[in-house]
Each structure stands twice: as structure tokens, then as C-alpha cells.
């Protein structure tokens, strides 16, 4: 396990609303990754951070932004909530030199209303 | 477009006999694949890998065959155990072109006493 955790676990927020979500990790890996998992989609990366301050768009960005002031934080944030981004959002991490295995937090179940 | 295909959503197997997990990739560019595991209400578990320059790799009772030529690789788990039963995503990336993993839909294993 790399000590993943995501805050909060549930979330229930109404349309239009901002929504920021905390992906932490202990293991000092450099790389972090947000997706999100759809019945029918699989899981789809959204953005990741190859570093403090350095993040990348995914399949799936739009709608949302991210910040990496930390090497232990990453946080994803939906500017004005949609229903359609109602979803299971999972963060993960890797270290090395990125590619290879990644590994996932328990995720934060969020419904837009 | 999906690059990964999984295109048996629910298998269903007796306890003791073999799982055989199948999958597909489109992009000749990825060259590391990887199996997760994922239990309901928790992120996604890694299981076993394998590189383009390989086509079996074995740990305990998992093994990954790769077929290049057919853009095809399967898991194997023998023999199969109700512990087992949980939803098993397919992924694959290349190297060199970043590090976002690409997800197969997933199939859900069933493995009945």
C-alpha cells in the first residue's frame, strides 16, 4: 500500500456548486493521478501531476482543475459541480520514473443533486 | 475510443478450476499492461504485470500471457477461490508517451464454492 487516502470519502453537493477534493499520500512518490470510474467507462484519468507545481490534462479534463503545492497533496476540484460529473473519483500515485504500477486510494463517492 | 477492450463484462467459475480473463488493445504503442483487482467500495489493487518484451510473466497463482502479435493478453488464475471474486480491470500504457494508464471496462469474476 502507498498510504493513500482521499478526503471526503462521500459527498453530496448540488449543481453549480464548487467542489474540491484531497488526495494525500505518505510515500513521497512523485507522480499522482486523478480518475474517475463510471459504470460502462472503466476508470478515466482526468489530470495528473508529474511534480509540485506540474500537472497535466487527461482524457477527461474538462470541468475540472487541479493544484499540487505539496508533494503529498493533490487536490481536484470541479469549478461549478455538473450531475454529470457525479461519479467514484479514485486518486493514485507512482513512483520511479512514472509509468509503471500506480497505486490507488479508496475513493471519494460524490453526487451532484 | 476505447484502446483497451474487455469485452466480457462477467465471468462466472467454480472454485478450484481456472480463470481465464481476456483483453485486448488497439494502440502498438504500448508496451507495459497491467491486471487490477478491485473489491467494491475500495480503489483499485495491483495485481501483476507484464512488458512488450515479454510474454508470460507468473506470480503465485497469477500469470499474464502476452500475445503481440494479436494485441491480446490474458490472466490466468489457478486455481480460482471465492476471495477472488471481485472486478478485474485490464490497463496498458506506453512509455513513451507519458504516464497515463488506459483502462479496459473491467469483468466482473464470480468464483462459486
Known amino acids: 500500500d502507498a498510504g493513500i487516502t482521499q478526503s471526503p470519502r462521500h459527498k453530496v453537493t448540488e449543481t453549480g456548486t464548487p467542489v474540491t477534493l484531497r488526495c494525500h499520500q505518505t510515500?513521497?512518490?512523485?507522480?499522482m493521478y486523478w480518475y474517475r470510474q463510471d459504470p460502462g467507462h472503466g476508470l478515466r484519468l482526468i489530470h495528473y501531476?508529474?511534480?509540485?507545481?506540474?500537472?497535466d490534462k487527461g482524457e477527461v479534463s474538462d470541468g475540472y482543475s487541479v493544484s499540487r503545492s505539496k508533494t503529498e497533496d493533490f487536490l481536484l476540484t470541479l469549478e461549478s459541480a455538473t450531475s454529470s460529473q457525479t461519479s467514484v473519483y479514485f486518486c493514485a500515485t507512482s513512483g520511479g520514473q512514472g509509468w509503471g504500477e500506480q497505486y490507488f486510494g479508496p475513493g471519494t463517492r460524490l453526487t451532484v443533486t | 475510443d476505447q484502446q483497451v477492450k474487455q469485452n466480457s463484462p462477467s465471468l462466472s467459475v467454480q472454485e478450484g478450476r481456472i480463470s481465464i480473463l481476456n483483453c485486448d488493445y488497439t494502440n502498438s504503442m504500448f508496451d507495459y499492461f497491467l491486471w487490477y483487482k478491485k473489491y467494491p467500495a475500495e480503489g483499485p489493487t495491483f495485481l501483476i504485470s507484464i512488458s512488450s518484451i515479454k510474454d508470460k510473466n507468473e506470480d503465485g497463482r497469477f500469470t499474464v500471457f502476452l500475445n503481440k502479435s494479436a494485441k491480446h493478453l490474458s490472466l490466468h488464475i489457478v486455481p480460482s477461490q471465492p476471495g477472488d471474486s471481485a472486478v478485474y480491470f485490464c490497463?496498458?500504457?506506453?512509455?513513451?508517451?507519458?504516464?497515463?494508464?488506459?483502462f479496459g471496462k473491467g469483468t466482473s469474476l464470480l468464483v462459486t464454492p
Open positions: 490497463a496498458a500504457l506506453s512509455s513513451r508517451s507519458g504516464y497515463a494508464l488506459n
Open positions: 501531476s508529474y511534480g509540485v507545481k506540474d500537472t
Open positions: 510515500e513521497n512518490h512523485r507522480y
